[in-house]
């Protein structure tokens, strides 16, 4: 079954379907800008998702890109941990997407949400009070 039928098929029920305030938002993890269409979908021949995975204390975001064997549920879906840090990790992305031949919308959408991944996981720093001079 074509992607194109599977999503005129599934895109008004949908277990990752969120409907709010007139806007349709999508839970699907293999789904780049949370928003419930065609484009974006996890049904998409080349869809690409980027979550957070949590090993131990460590929180660290993972890619995740569809394979080639979409008959073999076991390789149908590709992993790679990006742990270097925010360079190195939208380059890995830019070339994961290159190997594979994504468009390079999805990259560029999966670079701004790995940017905002790593910063809500940076910790918090507390700033201190500063105590007056007193004479």
């Known amino acids: 079954m074509s992607s194109e039928l599977?999503?005129?098929?599934?895109?008004?029920?949908?277990?990752?379907?969120?409907?709010?305030?007139?806007?349709?938002?999508?839970?699907?993890?293999?789904?780049?800008?949370?928003?419930h269409s065609f484009k974006f979908s996890g049904v998409n021949k080349k869809a690409l998702g980027l979550n957070l995975v949590t090993k131990g204390k460590k929180t660290v975001p993972v890619l995740t890109i569809k394979g080639r064997q979409s008959r073999k549920p076991a390789k149908s879906i590709n992993s790679m941990p990006l742990v270097k840090?925010?360079?190195?990790?939208?380059?890995?992305?830019?070339?994961?997407?290159?190997?594979?031949?994504?468009?390079?919308?999805?990259?560029?959408a999966a670079a701004c949400r790995l940017r905002a991944l790593q910063s809500s996981t940076r910790p918090v720093s507390v700033a201190r009070a500063h105590k007056k001079n007193r004479k």
Do not use: F
Request: with cysteine.
């Open 85 to 108: 840090g925010l360079k190195r990790g939208v380059k890995a992305i830019e070339s994961a997407t290159k190997a594979a031949g994504y468009r390079p919308d999805l990259a560029r």
């Open 6 to 35: 599977q999503w005129q098929l599934t895109r008004n029920n949908s277990c990752y379907l969120v409907k709010r305030n007139g806007i349709q938002l999508s839970r699907d993890p293999m789904n780049i800008s949370n928003v």
